[in-house]
């Protein structure tokens, strides 16, 4: 079989389509899911039972249960309780859903990694539990939860290739119907393969050069 290279010259503008619905699906589940995951992550170091509990519930469940079926509970289950989602907003939510019990725990253990020499010095400035937190304890964590942060939306860019199992447009799914249009698995497959290295290379790199900044300082 020859390598043809017309099928990708044609389709190419409707795979670029699906990019820009990747694209937008990862930004919406990185900004959500690490707005609900700071959240859920200070709530987890909560004196408060009633906090830390029901925090550490909603973690648990998001972490340790797969993200598809995670997508199909949304989209499938969901119905029939009356509430129906479009294929989109139900890949979202999953996916935001087990990003911020990723980024809770992140941010936890970011947090509880910092020497205790830390908390006591801002009580002993006489600050409150929020100046401590937004002046002392998150700036120093930040550079802790950067890394790790950085291999998850890395991950979750890749997973949005899940989206296209319930239907969701996206680039795997521009993929699959042009495939079914063509035959040209091989072709389509190398070229999506390519689209998702290009995206998400410059991000791995990254995390690369910032980790290796923390342990050498340079």
């Not at 997508?71 to 907003?89: D, E, V, W």
């Not at 600050?127 to 120093?140: A, D, E, R, S, T």
């Amino acid at each position: 079989m020859m390598f043809d290279f017309d099928v990708i010259i044609k389709n190419l503008p409707y795979l670029l389509s699906g990019v820009k619905f990747t694209i937008a699906l990862a930004c919406l589940v990185i900004i959500l899911g690490t707005f609900l995951g700071i959240i859920l992550g200070l709530s987890k170091l909560s004196k408060n039972r009633l906090i830390r509990y029901p925090a550490s519930f909603i973690v648990e469940i998001t972490r340790d249960t797969p993200i598809i079926m995670q997508m199909f509970f949304i989209f499938f289950g969901l119905p029939a309780l009356g509430i129906r989602l479009k294929t989109f907003p139900s890949a979202a939510l999953a996916m935001s859903l087990f990003a911020a019990g990723n980024t809770a725990e992140i941010v936890r253990g970011a947090i509880d990694s910092l020497p205790t020499g830390q908390f006591d010095a801002a009580k002993s400035l006489g600050m409150n539990y929020f100046q401590m937190m937004i002046h002392v304890i998150i700036p120093q964590a930040l550079r802790r939860m950067l890394p790790p942060a950085m291999n998850l939306f890395t991950t979750l860019i890749k997973d949005t290739s899940l989206a296209a199992i319930i239907g969701a447009f996206e680039l795997t799914r521009a993929a699959q119907e042009i495939i079914e249009r063509t035959f040209r698995s091989l072709e389509i497959y190398l070229v999506v393969a390519a689209i998702y290295f290009i995206i998400c290379y410059p991000l791995s790199y990254y995390t690369r050069k910032v980790e290796k900044q923390r342990v050498t300082g340079f």
